[in-house]
């Protein structure tokens, strides 16, 4: 029996094909986000790559940033679409922290996997992707090195402005002043992580803690994200999936209550 | 007997010279703010126009962001000579809404002129003269006649975000959908006033209101607050001097206690 998660997001969207609410058929990523042909792209991909069309499909939820933009079965917060596909992809996990182009959330998860509570920044730049951006134009680094770069630091030269645009600015002196680009990355991971530290120690950061959101892919966020919270921080190259795979999962379960 | 008031700001330079701490003998003020030669080319001018030297200072108090970087009799928090300079500006005034460069503040000033109070932000770039420098930036509109622009506007733009980077990236938005550039520039005249009047009411909001720092000489800006608060609120020529003319003020009563 299949069932259809969508991830509508502000700059990607996620589609996932799943049998029995249990395994994952076929999934499709693409970096065009609500207001795009984005949606039709990933959808056309996944059903193709599952070998199955439309009418396969027992019942198709939508979630993220612009789920009412897509006209499935229902709709369901990306916050609990979220948890339960973090669970889905870590097994156990207590804390999902979820870095994303332009906002950042800490989410508490039960026993079972349900959301307990959450912590939600989408108003400030800072410890959101957009701050690595910002600094990514600034410095002229490709972002998907940013990982990289840090990796190579001899010292991390400290960006004591937690404000994106001030921390620009701070940015723009320490490379008038010689400062070394790849330090100046460690420090810019640093503020970017404990920025979100302070968002997570108001949940409370329960052990298993993994990452997710676009941002769980730059190692250098996730090894200084470690050191501010002191615990070890799982990631996986299916994260981006995870809202997608609780809405396909959350399917499954909506349409057994309601057969 | 003459004193001296120096305000060493981010952004700008002051220099007051005064004499019995109660005419303002003459002033200088220069774009160029702390770790430059700002303070030397304003001390330098003040002097001359006065036709007096360093010799004839009986005392010399320093203020603002920069203050510890001149090597005068005495330095006193900005917030105090602030609240001084506004009082001797303005006369009766109780409560001073002070925007400059990269920071805002909002001063309660009891019957006498003292500092009972306040609230400041210089962590976030929203609501503060960076804000509108941003927004000049993406505007290609010099910030002079930001005040000129908003009083041409048919409407306002609402700008959504608060952050400035969000809101950055809406005005470049609005431009791509053909809004006006006087109307974009009086939404984000609302947007700082909006930002600034939450501040305010922290504080408590008592007239008689002045407006002081580099932003008061947005007109736009003024407008905005004063129909955000529900008040009137007086502006000078001269409020960028206030925090000067206070540690002018302050160096005189110091000088004859100490006498
Ligand atoms: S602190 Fe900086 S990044 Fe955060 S809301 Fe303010 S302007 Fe935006």
Known sequence: ??????????????????????DVVSSAIIEKGAGTDGVDIVLEKALGDAGITMDDIKMTISTGYGRKSYNGDKDMSELSCHAKGGAYIFGEVATIIDIGGQDA?????????????????????????RFLEVM?????????EFGEYDAQATERTPISSTCTVFAESE??????????VKNIIKGIHYSVASRVAGQAKRVGVVPPVVMTGGVSR??????????ELDTSIAVSEDSQLAGAIGAAIYAYESYLKNK
Do not use: P, W
């Open 171 to 180: 940015v723009i002196s320490c490379l008038a002043n010689n400062a070394d």
């Open 105 to 129: 959330k800490v989410l508490r998860l039960d026993k079972n996997g349900q959301l307990q509570n959450f912590v939600m920044n989408d108003k400030c730049a800072a410890g959101t992707g």
């Open 218 to 227: 730059n190692s250098g966020v996730v090894r200084a994200l470690e050191e």
């Open 136 to 144: 990514a134009n600034v410095l002229h680094v490709d972002l998907n």
């Open 1 to 22: 029996m299949y069932t259809l998660g969508i991830d509508i997001g502000s700059t990607s969207s996620k589609c996932v094909v799943m049998a029995d609410g249990s």
